[in-house]
């Protein structure tokens, strides 16, 4: 992250005496590059895979198990993946990518393919973590490493497991909101879908830090189900219900805080009025957001972590030691003016933002400011 200051001084005659005045202005944020934070900052010891044993001389055939590529989310990842491959063509033969259509048979099914197929390394996003356990662990057993991405198998028999954490995410979140309540308001909180693993993990972080504070008070909870216009029903119908009572929304991902925020636009609060509100993923958030003069905090599960999979992977195949969780850089986005005491921006949400470009486009790909779905084409080795 680079925060460039730069001091201005400004000299004003003033009855006949000089005033000399030096301004620092804080001006670009150019986002976070460095080693994962939650690797080099963590407080306890962190476990390495010995990977020694799978080191080989390029090039390399990659496999790519994907569970599916049913929503933007997931195709940017996809095209993370597909971006890292061409970038690193000069030691990569090939990549080879299956599609299981969220079908846990057919996954199966594809992983068996590409073992047949003589990869040397495999990278799998699990459609569903029990019924994919058998085969991954077989993949290791016959020597082949697997590098999980995104979605993990019920045992630790991986190589690692590329990730972001759900965990931070929660506490991040509820702890930027305490801080522009100055600890004292009410929040409604908007998790996605009741017993999913992300929304679970979120909450209870979430309330780890609400709890540290007696006078924040949790005024409602109701499971959005990641569904924009279910969120904006929801919050509709709390909004008659609590008014302007309602001093903080804490929403576990974009998806829902979108409609969360179309909700008090739709109940005829003014830009500026409405209450400082969490996002992450969607774009669709923060253009609202930014409309709408509302204070937010974003903080992405990047589909980056795709390309951060295939470099691990290289890493790997040459021996070196890596994390057996790894968890992928998020930069801290927010609105200009709302910084608080532990949360410092990466980026402002005004520059982040992408105006002109969809509701459903997902910003954290690593593929750059200009990576659009519909048009990503990289040529890489197949």
Known sequence: ?????????????????????????????????????????????????????????????IGFSNASVDNTWRLAQLHAIQAAAARHSDVIEKLIITDANNNPSKQV????????????????SASKSDAL??????????????????RRITSDNFVSFVTASDEVTGRIFAQWLVEKLDGNGN????????????????????????????????????YTDWNPAKAKSIVSAMIQKYGDDIDGIWNDSGVQGGGSIEAFVAAGYEPGTIPPATCADLNGCLRIAVENDVPVLNFDYPPAMGGAAVDLALQVLAGAAVPRLYFVNSDVVVSKGHETASVRADRWVEDYVRMDKPTDLILSSGLGPDYDPKTFSVDYPQ
């Open 187 to 222: 929040i409604i909180m908007l998790p996605g879908q009741a017993g999913a693993s992300p929304a679970e993990l979120r909450i209870a972080a979430a309330k780890s830090i609400f709890a540290q504070y007696p006078d924040i008070n949790i005024l409602d909870l109701q």
């Open 133 to 150: 356990d058998p085969v991954v662990s077989r993949a290791m057993r016959n020597g082949v490493p697997v590098i999980m991405v995104d």
């Open 1 to 61: 992250m680079t925060r460039k200051l730069l001091p201005t001084v400004m000299s004003l005659l003033i009855a006949g005496g000089l005033i000399c005045a030096t301004q620092a202005v804080a001006q670009d944020l150019d986002g976070y590059s460095g080693a994962p934070r939650t690797e080099i900052w963590s407080p306890v010891p962190l476990a390495y895979t010995d990977t020694e044993q799978y080191k080989k001389d390029p090039p390399y055939i």
């Open 109 to 124: 099914s594809d992983i068996e393919d590409l073992l047949q197929r003589g990869v040397d390394i495999l990278l799998v």
